[in-house]
């Protein structure tokens, strides 16, 4: 009987466990701020190796955060500078959660870095 009563529990909670895990917050961060630098950073590098171009970071011009229960996903967009001239980039960056349980640091992930088609400011 117990047994019956647990399974009903669980088939109950699923709709809203899916729910939590697909709930998601929009957050404007601060460019200056440390963390927004370090992903920029990452961001910047990564591309570099992945494609043998040397861009350099001018400005952060805006960064949002999507915070996911499953992992963050930021939005940035950059000035940065090829050597010849500065263009405007657009990267998006993952980070793999970090539970309490699991030391480690936090890992990041370059999911896209392209060519932004709005003008530099």
Do not use: W
């Amino acid at each position: 009987m117990m047994r019956s009563h647990c399974l009903s529990i669980i088939i109950l909670m699923l709709p809203f466990s899916a729910f939590l895990a697909s709930l998601i917050f929009a957050v404007e961060l601060e460019v200056e701020s440390p963390e927004v630098i370090n992903i920029a950073n990452f961001a910047v590098n990564e591309q570099n190796k992945r494609s043998n171009e040397n861009l350099n970071l001018v400005r952060i011009l805006s960064c949002k955060e999507d915070l996911h229960i499953i992992g963050n996903s930021y939005f940035l967009d950059l000035l940065l500078h090829n050597g010849v001239r500065i263009n405007r980039y657009m990267a998006t960056v993952i980070e793999r959660p970090n539970f309490p349980f699991i030391l480690r640091p936090v890992q990041y992930e370059l999911a896209s870095f392209e060519l932004s088609p709005y003008p530099v400011p």
